[in-house]
């Protein structure tokens, strides 16, 4: 009942164009079941006068009438096709939006774990099977039920035996759909699983392909889709062979019913209870009849994909972001960027912990390396900080505010965050720029680039900041990726600078050039700076060493090579 709340609740918006549909609906029955009987008028009361010229005025009467009819079923179907899908699409369109909000709130443990390609498969493919049933099932539904009760009616009229029959049969047949409904929704959740597998295993093969083609291993990439999509194969066979037993099955009842009706209605007709012309008409609704059992039948693998999806739907609305605003959050107003880790620990999904009772304060404006063996939290260090993850003990401030209960979207409007992984979004070199501040003026994107030592190379560009970057800035190198991000970063102009790891990737000539936009960037900030090349932080503030234990050592450079320690031994090792 909760599922079907959360599903009828988004008819709210669109209650007229809901109520106007079920009204076309209602109209499209009423005119399908009174044909039959105006056949029967024709029949038993027009075509047995013996007056030519009242049965051609008659004739024309019913002809008029059929025609207005007919006129207005036009309009209301045209209505229930067009709007009513309409609807569908709109309601679509909200799941999505709601979806992709929610998506958004997650914080980075939910992606930890997460699949993409899974979560684009239920933003799209389920979502679509969701409109379908959000606009055919109430009006199928609505149109089925009155054509069978209906029909129902009008038959036990005729005949209050043979209906009771037609009733024995139907219940049979309802029994039977009820009882392969169970094992068809089973299947086709099954289904979605798989071929949100499939989609995950294309995404992920597609977006390493450089890394397939670069080992020759596409035979590899071959093999894990080839086994992904046979167990999705696998499933949607088992789904048909429920489908062929649960529609042969149906049509089998069918069958049978009208055998009954034949002969029932032969020894009604041999003892006089049934007039011959009646035994049409009453075959004429038990077309009427099945119909809607057919169409409602149909309707049941429309529903199971629908009510699968939806469930699959729910699951990601319904997941609560681990990192919230707290009710008294405040907003950061002009920042100063001293950060105070007190007795912080961490650890991901419950493992060992990862940061331990860390204590440290940085000072307003500082650079602070941060350096150590692989392993040692430099990257989770800094994550903890804009709330990326949530610290389990311990607190971490900002200007003396515990960042818990700072606005989320205000404290990471302060941080400014330089990546080795630079991620580009698929547009202009001009909207990868403003991504930094959206709103900002040419002449302010312009004045970040020439701070970053792009602005030459945009230029000279055929279609200068306008120019396509391509998916993830596939059309630049690395180092003017590297670029843009910081000229990204210079718009930002946030408080708290951190840089992961920024030049690591990049050669020893662009390594230079970049390190002049960082200094330019670092000046006047409070800067978090994590790098293994240690000849880029010999100037910092401060170093920290960072081990799997904690921090191991803080000083200057001159002071931590001097103590002969953990960082000596990294320097030494590196220039070696």
Request: hydrophobic share 40%; proline share 2%.
């Amino acid at each position: 009942m909760k599922l079907f709340k959360n599903f009828i609740s988004y008819y709210g918006p669109y209650k007229a164009l809901f109520f106007a549909d079920m009204f076309c609906a209602l109209i499209l029955s009423a005119i399908d079941l009174v044909f039959p009987l105006i056949v029967r008028y024709l029949l038993n009361d027009v075509y047995v006068l013996q007056d030519g010229n009242k049965i051609i005025k008659y004739v024309i009467y019913v002809g008029i009438a059929l025609l207005i009819m007919y006129i207005v079923r036009y309009f209301c179907q045209y209505f229930i096709t067009s709007w009513g899908h309409i609807m569908g699409a709109k309601m679509e369109a909200n799941m999505r939006k709601d979806i992709f909000d929610n998506l958004q709130k997650q914080s980075f443990s939910y992606y930890d774990e997460a699949s993409t390609g899974k979560l684009m498969s239920r933003i799209v493919t389920d979502l679509f099977d969701i409109s379908e049933l959000a606009h055919h099932g109430p009006e199928d539904v609505f149109i089925s039920i009155l054509k069978i009760v209906g029909s129902f009616v009008i038959l036990a009229g005729i005949n209050l035996k043979i209906t009771f029959i037609l009733l024995l049969f139907t219940l049979v047949m309802l029994y039977f759909s009820y009882f392969y409904n169970k094992k068809m929704r089973n299947v086709f959740v099954e289904n979605k699983e798989k071929i949100a597998g499939v989609n995950a295993q294309i995404q992920d093969s597609l977006e390493g392909i450089r890394v397939v083609k670069s080992f020759a291993n596409e035979e590899i990439e071959n093999a894990k889709f080839t086994k992904g999509n046979n167990e999705y194969l696998k499933t949607k066979e088992d789904s048909y062979f429920i489908m062929g037993r649960f529609f042969s099955g149906n049509t089998f009842f069918q069958g049978l019913l009208y055998l009954s009706v034949i002969l029932a209605g032969g020894i009604f007709i041999s003892d006089g209870s049934l007039k011959v012309t009646d035994l049409v008409i009453y075959i004429l609704y038990i077309n009427t009849f099945l119909n809607p059992i057919d169409k409602l039948v149909n309707f049941t693998e429309q529903f199971q994909r629908g009510l699968s999806g939806f469930q699959r739907f729910v699951e990601v609305i319904t997941t609560k972001p681990e990192i919230t605003d707290r009710e008294d959050a405040v907003e950061l107003v002009n920042p100063k960027g001293e950060i105070a880790f007190n007795n912080v620990s961490f650890s991901y999904n419950n493992s060992s912990d990862i940061l331990s009772n860390i204590d440290i304060k940085i000072q307003s404006g500082k650079n602070i390396a941060l350096v150590g063996p692989s392993g040692g939290g430099k990257t989770t260090f800094s994550s903890l900080i804009p709330r990326f993850y949530e610290v389990n003990d311990g607190c971490i401030t900002i200007d003396g505010i515990d960042i818990r209960d700072i606005k989320l979207k205000s404290l990471r409007k302060s941080i400014g965050i330089v990546q080795q992984d630079v991620y580009l979004f698929a547009g202009s070199i001009r909207e990868n720029i403003l991504y930094g501040r959206p709103g900002a003026l040419e002449n302010e994107i312009i004045d970040a680039a020439k701070k970053a030592n792009i602005h030459e190379f945009i230029i000279g560009l055929k279609h200068g900041y306008g120019t396509y970057t391509g998916e993830r800035g596939v059309k630049l190198s690395g180092g003017q990726k590297q670029r843009i991000s910081i000229a990204r970063v210079f718009l930002k102009n946030p408080s708290i600078l951190i840089l992961d790891e920024a030049t690591s990737a990049l050669d020893n000539e662009n390594e230079q050039f970049i390190q002049k936009s960082l200094e330019e960037l670092m000046k006047n900030r409070t800067t978090l700076v994590i790098a293994h090349r240690l000849s880029t932080i010999k100037n910092a503030d401060e170093i920290v060493v960072l081990t799997d234990e904690g921090i191991n050592q803080r000083g200057t450079h001159d002071e931590l090579i001097e103590k002969d320690g953990v960082y000596s031994y990294l320097y030494n090792m590196q220039f070696k």
